[in-house]
């Protein structure tokens, strides 16, 4: 079945790393994604993995995947108070991408 | 290039009555996807529609039901709203059916009294 799990609530002090991870079922979801929500606002594509590849950097964030463990992590380098907002994190299927399925979200609290 | 827009932002409905919600992808986009976001169910996949088809459909009642128009801009409708459809409603674009990135609009909130 498809299910998306992830941990509630996470709380850093500015300057460290986050780590928010994100479990799933599906072993056939092609692409991984993570989206940012701030208050009132819609959701931000932050960065997507390919279910081939175990890692992707792109500046600040880290995407590393374990595929055999279905375990996906988002690592936050450096967390600034502007990072605090929820995160969720999405699977989708090659040729079905237009339907996302999410992981409840993530709450980053970022302390000055 | 404007992102997604949707109309209206906010909405107060009561019992009974429907609505009709407007979504505008990106343009150039086909995709059009609608999601339903709360807080105890978080966010669910309502359905998609490329070309105007619908081409998923999420497990919602037949109350709520959308389309596509040939320039790509989507609605969404609901009718005999219940309380428990207050919710925000997120409609997310994308290029094609195979391209994998959605872009999301900033919602519109939709309160049912």
């Known amino acids: 079945g498809e299910d998306v799990e992830q941990s509630l609530f996470l709380s850093v002090r500015e300057g460290d790393s986050s780590v928010i991870n994100c479990t799933y079922t599906d072993s056939s979801s092609t692409y991984l994604y993570w989206y940012k929500q701030e208050p009132g606002a819609g959701l931000q ?3 997507y993995i390919f279910s ?6 792109d500046q600040r964030l880290t995407v590393l995947l374990n595929k055999k463990d279905k375990h996906l992590s988002l690592r936050i ?6 990072d605090s907002a929820i995160y969720f994190c999405a699977e989708s299927k090659s040729g079905n991408t237009g339907k996302l399925i999410f992981g409840q979200g993530t709450t980053l609290q970022v302390k000055p | 290039k404007a992102g997604v827009t949707q109309t209206p932002r906010y909405l ?98 939709l309160t049912v009294l």
């Open chain 1, 45 to 47: 594509l932050l960065t």
């Open chain 1, 52 to 57: 081939n590849m175990d890692m992707k950097q």
């Open chain 1, 77 to 82: 380098a450096d967390t600034q108070t502007g």
């Open chain 2, 12 to 109: 107060i409905k009561t019992r009974g009555q429907q609505v009709t919600l407007s979504c505008s992808p990106i343009s150039g986009h086909r995709s059009v996807s609608w999601y339903q976001q709360t807080p105890g169910q978080g966010l669910q996949f309502l359905f998609e529609y490329f070309s105007e088809t619908q081409r998923n459909k999420g497990n919602f009642p037949g109350r709520f039901s959308g389309r596509q128009f040939s320039n790509s801009r989507s609605e969404m409708n609901v009718s005999t709203l219940e309380l428990g459809d207050s919710a925000l409603y997120l409609c997310a674009s994308s290029l094609s059916q195979e391209y994998n990135e959605q872009f999301f609009g900033p919602g519109t909130r």
